[in-house]
């Protein structure tokens, strides 16, 4: 027998919650888990801009030849401008199969191309992270973020960066930080920029949640920051939760090089380690972003639409720290009006989750990550008393 020897693992612990919650008959039940956006209606919905975006293709498209290795390039050029800013020139994007995708095709490009170098990892974060660049291979470190008392721990942070080897990378996210919710102010991004220069250190930022923080051009400051004062610079960028993509994909790598030649050595290595990963990208996904950036009534709708969803985020955050007050619990969760995006570190203990979970059908995952995003407005009242009971 050739699997005698292969053993159960665990699943998923943020996936898992998804089948979870649709198996729990609890008609009152919260979704807390993954990270997907809600509307009033409790759906995920298809932006209306992606919609009109997909019916134009459907009538237009008349081929469903591959895509090149590094994608569509009208998708490239926009998604360059749309996370860099207009000023772009010395940029490049390789598309790939959502923000997983490029981190994936990061982590193989800094094992084959940079090799020796370890990558330094926020305590806490996405648990997909630790795995992606694990897996492929590099030393992974962790600087501290969000310590014991779920507060930023800047000074831990630039501490532990001033002592990473030179030239290693440093993966830091964005804007809306997964899983915690806490950002870095631009106060503190001029601090980490300082300490990246000294040590020579390579960042990586993630950027999953563009538009869902403070706005489109606002949350994208810290890279375009990134980008003015260093030669090289490596984005992952995702499509994800802005455009509401979720299952189509739809992502991308950009590499910022310091002259023209230079960005075409590096894309070549991303061309080649992307076609022998998954050959050629999804084309769907990109096709709508790319339709839908080229057009300004079009973009101005997605904008549009992006708006009203990090605003119905901020609303819920607030909602649930006023529905807490008469818990006498609004101070000890004032965080989660401060935080960003659609996750916040609640500051609940795992036993406490498992509480929430068996007693109000709340679901969220085990560390205390809440995705605000998906909690019922009409009900923070009930979600309120819930996270009372559970504190008594
Ligand atoms: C999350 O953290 O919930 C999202 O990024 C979705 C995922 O793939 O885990």
């Known amino acids: 027998m050739h699997f005698q020897a292969i053993t159960r693992i665990p699943g998923d612990p943020i996936l898992g919650l998804m089948e979870a919650y649709a198996k729990d008959p609890n008609p009152a039940k919260f979704d807390l888990g993954v990270g997907v956006f809600k509307d009033a209606q409790g759906l995920t919905p298809v932006p209306r801009a992606v919609k009109i975006a997909e019916q134009r293709l459907v009538d237009r498209q008349s081929s469903k030849s591959y895509v090149g290795g590094h994608g569509d390039a009208a998708f490239g050029r926009l998604l360059c401008q749309l996370v860099l800013g207009k000023d772009s020139a010395l940029a490049g994007a390789t598309q790939t199969p959502g923000g997983t995708g490029a981190l994936r095709l990061a982590a193989e490009f800094i094992q084959r191309c940079l090799p020796g170098r370890g990558i330094w990892l926020s305590d806490p974060t996405w648990p997909i992270h630790e795995t992606i660049f694990a897996g492929a291979g590099l030393k992974v470190g ?191 969760f004032a965080h989660i009006a401060e935080q960003r995006g659609m996750f916040s570190y609640t500051g609940l203990s795992p036993d406490q989750v498992a509480a929430l979970r068996e007693r109000h059908s709340v679901y969220m995952v085990g560390t205390g990550r809440a995705n605000v995003a998906g909690a019922d407005e009409a009900r923070l009242d009930v979600l309120a008393a819930a996270i009372a009971d559970v504190c008594k």
């Not at 709508?288 to 901020?314: F, G, H, N, Y």
Request: aromatic share 8%; hydrophobic share 45%; charged share 25%.
């Open 142 to 332: 962790h600087y501290p973020y969000v310590g014991a008392d779920n507060r930023l721990d800047v000074s831990g942070m630039l501490a532990a960066l001033e002592a990473a080897p030179e030239g290693d990378i440093v993966l830091l996210h964005a804007c809306c930080h997964n899983p915690t919710g806490f950002d870095l102010s631009r106060d503190d991004w001029g601090r980490v920029l300082e300490v990246v220069k000294r040590r020579s250190l390579l960042p990586l930022i993630d950027f999953a949640y563009q538009g869902f923080g403070d706005g489109l051009d606002e949350d994208a400051w810290a890279v375009r920051l990134f980008a003015a004062e260093l030669p090289e610079l490596l984005v992952t960028s995702s499509c994800s939760k802005n455009f509401g993509l979720y299952r189509e994909r739809t992502g991308a790598l950009l590499a910022c090089c310091a002259d023209t030649e230079k960005l075409l050595d590096v894309r070549s290595q991303l061309a080649f380690i992307a076609r022998n990963l998954w050959s050629t990208p999804p084309d769907h996904g990109a096709a709508v972003v790319a339709e839908i950036l080229a057009d300004p009534e079009l973009k101005s709708l997605w904008t549009s639409e992006v708006e009203a969803m990090r605003q119905r985020i901020a609303r819920l955050r607030n909602g649930l720290v006023e529905a807490l007050v008469p818990h006498g619990l609004s101070e000890r």
